[in-house]
């Protein structure tokens, strides 16, 4: 059988989906040796004892079998009390979803609400999963620009600029998984201004919403008329170091998220029992670590912000999730060709900007969801990199 | 240096005392200069007593003994438990000591070369000493957790080397 005839019997819609750019770095970086990573997107702390512990007695006392369809009733209450903390307030019983991770929310908000003709505004560079979900459920992507000047917020004018009578659905992440970039009040106020005037609903990743600096993060569906046109998607994996436990949420409107229950009964049936047990601890007694390895970003976050700024690449300061996304055109390199060239000579792994969107170009991500030492070591080989270039 | 940022330096010495001064000027948010300033005046203090490292003593040759000492004393008029305690904790082999509640009152700690210098020591000096009124000798086996660190079980990155 030929490679033609074997991709025939796929859907097209899956066959467009391009591979992942950060799966090929993956697969680069995966057979070298002495690789220091800063190219991962997940906490280095292994999620605190006190949620694995709860885990095992659970495991212990048989919890493991299926819960509802929409989660344990105890975390939807943990979830919404949580919630309260960033003025947001929904009924545990009708407006909550436990789900196989935020990925699965993503996925379900989007099928819920889209269909075939619809166009959804994705502001980039942004999280991965977004435009593949959309694509899957149907729908047309439609990128919207956020730029460096603005360092990544995104604007009401550049995304005034893209809608039209098709668009539907606004995907926001902030704190953003690239840039770090985050939304003010205000600057989310002139967003829901356009969302409210051409009928958006938004999807709002707030996955990184511990992971602030400085500043406490808002939510879009906290500001007036917002919360019945947005779900709020979010998880557990980043804020207490658990994401092979696979377990997020979604908050909203209780007809979207009756939707949304609606294809994850019979998708995924229910979050994994074991995993909901450990995020209620979490969420219930798990304040004090979380803001411990918080603290710890923070630190690392001025370590990683310096090294890049002294050695000539221009770096600003993130104000949220744990990534720093240096600017590297002073180099005249692309992005792609900048992270290949350090990983095979300098054997540092970190992930071209433009696999996050076309502004991302002349940009990499870095995690510093790393050691200071390995940081240290990262920072010294990319300083001798890049000084052979100039 | 605000109190904040000294202790925040404070718990990452404690940590890793061997730091950079620069790292841990960027770490906690200051100059390299305020570090060292804060860091001599803690040291004067006596506040910062001494850079030391966790060591496996187990996974080098040199067998050594340790056991913990539950001592009761008379306590003496004016000087309380302290003088017993400058007695008993001059001796080098001794480790720690503290003072504790409930029904033993002074907790020692001895390091030896085997056993019996342990039981000399307990029988020779301890012992002896006038208040001094028993002791309780329990010989420590195997070492978990010490100062904060686990000893044999490594929690290593197991994350994927690039992920989203
Ligand atoms: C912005 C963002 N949203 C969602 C996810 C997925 O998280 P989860 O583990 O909850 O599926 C990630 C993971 O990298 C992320 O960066």
């Not at chain 2, 948010?29 to 305020?34: A, D, M, N, P, V």
């Not at chain 2, 085997?114 to 002896?128: G, P």
Request: aromatic fraction near 8%; hydrophobic fraction near 40%; glycine fraction near 6%.
């Amino acid at each position: 059988m030929t490679i033609g005839a074997r991709s025939h019997r796929l859907s097209p819609v899956v066959d467009a989906i391009p591979p992942s750019g950060i799966r090929r770095f993956f697969d680069l970086a995966n057979q070298m040796e002495n690789v220091i990573s800063l190219g991962v997107g997940e906490p280095d702390f292994v999620t605190p004892w006190h949620i694995r512990e709860a885990s095992l007695y659970a495991l212990e006392r048989g919890f493991t079998t299926y819960t509802s369809n929409r989660g344990l009733p105890e975390l939807c209450e943990a979830i919404t009390a949580y919630l309260e903390d960033f003025e947001l307030h929904y009924d545990p019983a009708e407006e909550v979803l436990v789900t196989v991770g935020g990925s699965e929310a993503i996925d379900l908000a989007l099928r819920a609400l889209v269909c075939p003709g619809d166009e959804v505004l994705i502001p980039g560079p942004t999280y991965v999963s977004y435009r593949p979900c959309a694509l899957l459920a149907g729908a047309t992507v439609v990128d919207v620009p956020t730029y460096p000047e603005d360092n990544f917020r995104l604007t009401a004018e550049a995304l005034e600029a893209c809608v039209t009578s098709a668009s539907k659905v606004l995907v926001l992440c902030y704190p953003n998984n690239p840039t770090g970039a985050i939304m003010t009040s205000d600057d989310l106020a002139a967003i829901a201004e356009v969302a409210i005037a051409h009928d958006l609903f938004v999807i709002s990743d707030e996955i990184y919403a511990e992971l602030t600096y400085g500043s406490q993060h808002a939510s879009i569906a906290a500001l007036p008329g917002m919360k019945e046109r947005t779900i709020v998607v979010s998880g557990l994996s980043k804020a207490f170091a658990m994401t092979g436990w696979r377990i997020g949420y979604a908050a909203g409107p209780e007809d979207v998220i009756s939707a949304m229950l609606k294809v994850h009964q019979y998708t995924s049936l229910c979050a994994p029992s074991m995993g909901q047990m450990a995020a209620l601890e979490a969420l219930t007694h798990g304040k004090e670590e979380k803001d411990r390895m918080v603290a710890s970003y923070d630190r690392r976050r001025r370590l990683i912000v310096d090294g890049f700024n002294q050695m000539g690449l221009t770096c600003h300061s993130p104000q949220g999730a744990f990534y720093a996304f240096p600017d590297i055109r002073n180099t005249g390199m692309s992005s792609q060709d900048f992270c290949e060239a350090l990983l095979r000579e300098t054997q540092v792994a970190v992930v071209p900007g433009d696999v996050f969107g076309a502004t991302g170009e002349g940009f990499i991500r870095c995690s510093y969801a790393t050691s200071v030492q390995q940081i240290e070591a990262a920072l010294e080989r990319i300083a001798k990199f890049v000084d052979r270039l100039w | 240096m605000k109190d904040v940022k000294e202790l925040e330096l404070l718990r990452l010495l404690a940590m890793d005392s061997r730091l950079s001064t620069q790292t841990l000027a960027t770490l906690v948010g200051t100059s390299q200069e305020e570090v060292e300033q804060a860091v001599r005046e803690l040291e004067q203090k006596h506040v910062i007593l001494r850079y030391s490292t966790v060591i496996d003593w187990e996974k080098v040759a040199t067998p050594r003994v340790t056991a913990v000492i539950e001592v009761k004393v008379i306590p003496q008029r004016e000087v309380g438990f302290d003088a017993i305690a400058e007695r008993i904790y001059r001796f080098p082999e001794v480790r720690s000591v503290f003072l504790m509640s409930g029904g033993n009152d002074l907790q020692v700690t001895v390091e030896g070369s085997d056993l019996q210098a342990i039981s000399r020591f307990v029988s020779e000096k301890l012992a002896t000493i006038e208040n001094v009124h028993s002791t309780t000798t329990h010989f420590m086996l195997k070492k978990y957790k010490e100062a904060g660190v686990i000893f044999d079980d490594h929690e290593d990155d197991r994350r994927l080397v690039v992920a989203p």
